[in-house]
Nanobody
Framework: QVQLVESGGGLVQAGGALRLSCAASGNIFSMNEMAWYRQAPGKQRELVASIARDSRGDYADSVKGRFAITRDNAKNSVYLQMNSLKPEDTAIYSC???????????????WGRGTQVTVSS
């Protein structure tokens, strides 16, 4: 199994910034896509940003130009720098990854428990 632990959430005023971190551990043979999702109260979970192993990133339109996703392959970690935060960014942010636990094994998606981000107006 692979465990994901997020950190860096909190309360910030509109216009402020936060940096989320997520570290993966466990039986990891190959770490492929890593991503951040979020879920606001009463809404469906949505993809915020994803990053491939070669560091190509992809973003939801709502965060383009404000958020930046990066990763450290040596540490099996992914980060989300969030700038110019808005109240509508308030949500639980969860880290996710697709990993293989052995050579030739299946690509499996794993999830962290999430960290709360609250942006006050």
């Amino acid at each position: 199994q692979v465990q994901l632990v997020e950190s860096g959430g909190g309360l910030v005023q509109a216009g402020g910034a936060l940096r989320l971190s997520c570290a993966a551990s466990g039986n990891i043979f190959s770490m492929n896509e890593m991503a951040w999702y979020r879920q606001a109260p009463g809404k469906q979970r949505e993809l915020v940003a994803s990053i491939a192993r070669d560091s190509r990133g992809d973003y939801a339109d709502s965060v383009k130009g404000r958020f930046a996703i990066t990763r450290d392959n040596a540490k099996n970690s992914v980060y989300l720098q969030m700038n110019s935060l808005k109240p509508e960014d308030t949500a639980i942010y969860s880290c996710s990854c697709i990993a293989q636990m052995r050579w030739g094994g299946a690509q499996v998606r794993f999830w962290g428990r999430g960290t709360q981000v609250t942006v006050s107006s």
